[in-house]
């Protein structure tokens, strides 16, 4: 891998990291907030208001186009296990989980590039 794509990957990881804290630290807010971390709650609360739902409506339709980037791009440079990164988007967060699986298809391009030559 480069240095380059290593410094690119870095930037992806910490990414990944801000995203966990900025959404978890809220998520926890509101199951302290609620008593609970009950999903139909949690979709109610998405659709308080316009804005809000503006944003919940946003957020789902980039990971739907997400998932289908991933998808594509996991069968054509080979990143394994590409269900367990969409998963994962809905149970931790996608502004987690798509760094983290632009990290696996950042690497398997690296590998793949280092076997041609």
């Not at 998520?27 to 009950?38: D, P, Q, R």
């Not at 809000?52 to 739907?64: Q, T």
Request: one cysteine or more.
């Amino acid at each position: 891998m480069s240095k380059n794509e290593t410094v690119l990957c870095w930037v992806y990881a910490a990414i990944a990291v801000v995203a966990l804290f900025a959404t978890w630290s809220n998520n926890i807010a509101f199951m302290m907030e609620t008593g609970s971390l009950n999903l139909i709650t949690f979709i109610e609360a998405l659709y308080v208001n316009h804005a809000a739902a503006s944003i919940a409506n946003d957020i789902l339709l980039v990971c739907l186009s997400a998932f289908i980037f991933m998808i594509y791009e996991a069968r054509r440079v080979g990143v394994r296990h590409v269900w367990v990164y969409i998963v994962l988007s809905g149970m931790i967060a996608i502004a987690v989980m798509f760094p983290v699986f632009l990290i696996a298809r950042q690497r398997a391009l690296a590998v793949s590039r280092e076997s041609i030559s």
